[in-house]
Structures are given as C-alpha cells and as structure tokens.
C-alpha cells in the first residue's frame, strides 16, 4: 500500500497531464527518445517485476502508460560491461568492454547513439559515475556526453567520497545534479528530436539517501536510494514537459541488481545469481505499444536498442544478440523458441585472480560454468522454477544430466565469438593510477 499519496498522485497527473495536453506528437515530429538507466537497481523493489516495496510513483506511472517486463535479465553484472550491452544490443563478449576500469567500448562497435545520430537526432548522455567516464568508450554517438562528476555538484551532498576510509572526491555525483544538467540541455535542444540517456547511480553502495527518503526508509536506506531517485525523475518529467509526451518513448532500466546476503554474497560483480542480474525493464510509447501490460516472458537489457530502434521504424542490425521485444509488448506470439540469456563477470580475475563466471538462463534453468584460464573449473545448475533462490545445485543429479547438456551447448553457442578491449596495456591487466584510486573509491577493488 502506498505510504505517501502526495508523492503518489503528484506524477501521475504529471505524466497523464502531459499526455491529455499532446495527445499526439506533431505528424513532423520524429519520437524523442528517453533512456534513463538506474545503476543497481533490483527488480524485486519495483511495482514492476517485484513486490513494490519501495514508494515509486513516477516508475508505476511510466509503467501504466507503456509494458512492464517482470523478467529482465542483464549480461552482466558490471556497470561497463552491461552499459555496454544496453546501449549496443551485444553480450559483453561481442562488444568486448567486459569490466570496469580495465576494459572499453571499441570504435568499431556501433551504438544506439551512433544510429540515432546518423539519423539526425540530437544525442546527449548525462552519467552519474566514474565507470561511465568517457575515455571507457561510450561516449560514441553522443554529441554531449557530460562525465564532468564536479560540475553542479551540490554543496554538502559528496556524500559517496568516503569509500572504506578514502577521501577520494567526485567518483559519482547524485541524481539531482545530473537531472538538472540534463534539463538544461533538454530546453536548449528544441529543433531536432532527441536521444537522451540519463544514468542514476544514487542505489549504488554506500547507501545515504538525503531526506525525507532516510527518514521514510530508516534502516532500509537502498530503498531511499530508490524512492529518492524515483522522485527526482518525476521532478524532471515535470520540467521537461511535452518533449516526452504521447507518441515518444521512455525506457527504465537497470545495468544490475544487488545481492543482500542472498547465496552468501553482498553486493554485485563476481557471482550471476538472480539479485544481481534480475533487473526492471519498463518501455512506453503510447499509441504503439499497449498501456499498463505486464510481459512476464524472459527478455534480456540486449534487446533494449534493436526495440527502440525498432519503435522508430528503423530496421535493427540483424547481426546483434538481443531483438525488438515489440511483437512480444503487442501481445504477438514468438517465432521460434524464446532467446535465452547469456551473462558473464570477469569481474572476479580483476580482483585476485579467482574464477570468471559465464551463464545461459532460460525460463526455467540457470547453468552457470567458472571457468580459470580458460579450463572449466565446476559447473551449477539451478531449476529456477522450483528453485528461485539458487540453493540447490543440480549440475550432478544424473536426471537433469540432459538439461546441463543442452544449457552447456548452448553457452558454447553464445560465447563462440571473444572479444576483449583492454582500455590500455599496463602490462599488468590491472587497473593504474587516477583509473585505480577511482575503482578504489567505488568499492571494485579490495
Ligand atoms: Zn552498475
């Protein structure tokens, strides 16, 4: 049950205000396009895809007038690598920036931006943390990508530059300092349509909601985070108005979830459990698409770019690893067998040399392999109907020998293709210097 109804009505008379005033886009007017990315963000605290814990009455909105998809997956959980997947529609082992610091986004692969831009879009990205800096490679296609972590940062609010002890200013910077660069580059951009990618990183560790969210949410203070950033979205929406109204799309995403001690683990980066690959997944384009449905098929952040290109009338490359989930929003029925979902962190190397993790998921099975040096190490296999929680590894049990058999071709399928773009050879593999200290004071490295 909602907590605060203020909070709750405010936007969605908000959205739907806006949407009753432009019931239509001018018939000139291409979609603009919003992409708003909530770093760490698990499924399960949203009305869409989980139990609703968390106050986000923006989100719900969004999600009445478009499709909740209550079983996203990410490819990894890493915000560089899975960034890049979202924003590209390639597994991490085919766009090659596979970890943050130490990986980038080559040139030669090509980006939602890129297209978009070609297109004539205007193309602007506002990111929230260090692993999202430019020289990480996903500032290709963005006429404006603002990285500038200190510009517009509010007093008092530096609030994440105490890592472990570490003074180390200006690795992420909050929600309300990248909405307003964001507005301001939206009411200057008024002639062509826009692509504009928004990255929150406010539920990442270490969690400090300002108030009244640390109040509200007091002793669960990543749902603060949540609800926070959920009212600062609507705060933008507010001020941008029209620009994202009837006829333009909006998608909600998440590049990971978090773990909360589930399967032994806290946090994100070097284990492919559900809490930290299950993400929520909202796209809205009314008159296209439905409003208020619920997809409760299994989709993947890989499919986020072929569907938005495809929302737009442009034909997706049919070379990449996710695909239009349109026909699924419609209600249409596959063709062929449902995609499953690859997932991979190398993240566990980066931090001393231990196993690398790469797994296939369907509907109804997890098969994860660790893999050192290339050689298979151990294998786990998990029934995800019976078993959502991952606690019983069935990869021995003679009965589902068959199952692993089939998952285990198929991630051999998937990973067939490797590629790796090492940020800069340091001889090490490891990360150096200003790129170290700034990993240091994120919490990547020990
Ligand atoms: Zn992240």
Same mark, same amino acid.
């Given at each position: 049950?909602?907590?605060?109804?203020?909070?709750?009505?405010?936007?969605?008379?908000?959205?739907?205000?806006?949407?009753?005033?432009?019931?239509?886009?001018?018939?000139?007017?291409?979609?603009?396009?919003?992409?708003?990315?909530?770093?760490?963000?698990?499924?399960?605290?949203?009305?869409?895809?989980?139990?609703?814990?968390?106050?986000?009455?923006?989100?719900?909105?969004?999600?009445?007038?478009?499709?909740?998809?209550?079983?996203?997956?990410?490819?990894?959980?890493?915000?560089?690598?899975?960034?890049?997947?979202?924003?590209?529609?390639?597994?991490?082992?085919?766009?090659?920036?596979?970890?943050?610091?130490?990986?980038?986004?080559?040139?030669?692969?090509?980006?939602?931006?890129?297209?978009?831009?070609?297109?004539?879009?205007?193309?602007?990205?506002?990111?929230?943390?260090?692993?999202?800096?430019?020289?990480?490679?996903?500032?290709?296609?963005?006429?404006?990508?603002?990285?500038?972590?200190?510009?517009?940062?509010?007093?008092?609010?530096?609030?994440?530059?105490?890592?472990?002890?570490?003074?180390?200013?200006?690795?992420?910077?909050?929600?309300?300092?990248?909405?307003?660069?964001?507005?301001?580059?939206?009411?200057?951009?008024?002639?062509?349509?826009?692509?504009?990618?928004?990255?929150?990183?406010?539920?990442?560790?270490?969690?400090?909601?300002?108030?009244?969210?640390?109040?509200?949410?007091?002793?669960?203070?990543?749902?603060?985070?949540?609800?926070?950033?959920?009212?600062?979205?609507?705060?933008?929406? /507010?001020?941008? +108005? $029209? =620009?994202?109204? !009837?006829?333009? #799309?909006? &998608?909600?995403?998440?590049?990971?979830?978090?773990?909360?001690?589930?399967?032994?683990? /806290?946090?994100? +980066? $070097? =284990?492919?459990? !559900?809490?930290? #690959?299950? &993400?929520?997944?909202?796209?809205?384009?009314?008159?296209?698409?439905?409003?208020?449905?619920?997809?409760?098929?299994?989709?993947?952040?890989?499919?986020?770019?072929?569907?938005?290109?495809?929302?737009?009338?442009?034909?997706?490359?049919?070379?990449?690893?996710?695909?239009?989930?349109?026909?699924?929003?419609?209600?249409?029925?596959?063709?062929?067998?449902?995609?499953?979902?690859?997932?991979?962190?190398?993240?566990?190397?980066?931090?001393?040399?231990?196993?690398?993790?790469?797994?296939?998921?369907?509907?109804?099975?997890?098969?994860?392999?660790?893999?050192?040096?290339?050689?298979?190490?151990?294998?786990?296999?998990?029934?995800?109907?019976?078993?959502?929680?991952?606690?019983?590894?069935?990869?021995?049990?003679?009965?589902?020998?068959?199952?692993?058999?089939?998952?285990?071709?198929?991630?051999?399928?998937?990973?067939?293709?490797?590629?790796?773009?090492?940020?800069?050879?340091?001889?090490?593999?490891?990360?150096?210097?200003?790129?170290?200290?700034?990993?240091?004071?994120?919490?990547?490295?020990?």
């Amino acid at each position: 049950m909602r907590t605060n109804p203020v909070a709750w009505v405010l936007p969605v008379v908000l959205v739907a205000g806006v949407a009753c005033r432009s019931p239509v886009p001018e018939p000139s007017r291409p979609p603009n396009v919003l992409l708003v990315t909530l770093d760490t963000v698990r499924a399960d605290r949203l009305r869409c895809g989980g139990d609703d814990p968390v106050d986000t009455p923006t989100i719900d909105a969004i999600a009445e007038r478009g499709v909740c998809f209550s079983q996203a997956t990410a490819e990894a959980p890493i915000t560089l690598a899975s960034h890049s997947s979202l924003l590209t529609g390639l597994n991490p082992n085919r766009h090659g920036a596979r970890d943050n610091g130490t990986y980038r986004l080559d040139e030669a692969v090509t980006t939602l931006a890129e297209v978009l831009q070609a297109k004539g879009y205007a193309t602007a990205a506002f990111v929230a943390a260090f692993t999202l800096d430019a020289r990480f490679g996903l500032a290709q296609g963005f006429e404006v990508y603002d990285d500038d972590l200190e510009a517009d940062h509010p007093a008092g609010r530096r609030r994440k530059k105490a890592w472990l002890g570490h003074e180390r200013p200006y690795v992420d910077r909050p929600a309300d300092a990248v909405f307003r660069r964001a507005a301001d580059w939206l009411a200057q951009e008024r002639e062509r349509p826009v692509f504009l990618w928004i990255h929150l990183f406010d539920a990442h560790a270490p969690y400090a909601p300002p108030e009244p969210f640390r109040g509200r949410y007091a002793g669960r203070p990543y749902d603060g985070e949540i609800a926070f950033v959920d009212h600062e979205l609507g705060r933008f929406l /507010e001020r941008a +108005g $029209e =620009r994202f109204a !009837e006829g333009d #799309v909006i &998608v909600i995403a998440a590049d990971h979830g978090e773990a909360f001690g589930e399967n032994g683990y /806290e946090g994100h +980066g $070097e =284990r492919l459990h !559900e809490p930290a #690959v299950r &993400v929520p997944l909202v796209v809205a384009k009314p008159g296209t698409l439905p409003r208020g449905a619920v997809v409760g098929e299994l989709v993947r952040n890989v499919d986020v770019t072929p569907t938005i290109l495809d929302l737009l009338g442009v034909q997706p490359d049919p070379g990449l690893d996710g695909r239009s989930l349109v026909p699924l929003a419609k209600g249409e029925k596959r063709i062929g067998p449902p995609p499953g979902s690859y997932a991979e962190t190398l993240h566990p190397l980066l931090r001393g040399k231990r196993d690398e993790l790469r797994s296939y998921r369907t509907e109804d099975w997890k098969y994860v392999r660790h893999l050192r040096d290339g050689v298979v190490q151990r294998e786990e296999l998990f029934s995800l109907s019976e078993d959502p929680g991952e606690l019983h590894d069935r990869s021995g049990a003679p009965e589902f020998a068959a199952e692993r058999a089939k998952l285990g071709s198929r991630l051999d399928e998937a990973t067939r293709e490797e590629r790796s773009t090492p940020f800069e050879s340091t001889g090490s593999g490891k990360p150096t210097g200003e790129i170290e200290q700034k990993l240091e004071a994120l919490g990547y490295l020990d």
